[in-house]
């Protein structure tokens, strides 16, 4: 299943998406996978709930941008190689 945040008019950058999409479908957190290119709504919000998230960063100047826009302080994050992690689970 997949869901547009636009469509829905709910957010994921305060995680009120991923509870409505837990809610209607009738699942756990744990059980969703969310990828995206934003740090904080793609990676660090869905990942307190516990889904697991990947961010992709595809440039420099992303990077940078994300990293601008947020505070880190007190957050675990990690830029992912999402070929490496999918090859992994591949076992290649």
Not at 53 to 58: F, N
Request: net charge positive; hydrophobic share 30%; with cysteine.
């Amino acid at each position: 299943f997949g869901y547009v945040s636009s469509e829905i008019k709910l957010l994921k950058r305060s995680g009120k998406l991923f509870d409505f999409i837990v809610e209607k479908e009738k699942i756990l957190y744990r059980e969703l996978l969310h990828i995206g290119d934003n740090v904080n709504s793609d990676y660090i919000q869905p990942s307190k709930k516990g889904i697991k998230s990947y961010w992709l960063c595809e440039s420099e100047q992303m990077k940078r941008r994300n990293m601008l826009s947020f505070d880190y302080k007190n957050i675990d994050n990690k830029e992912i190689d999402i070929n490496k992690e999918t090859n992994k689970e591949a076992g290649k």
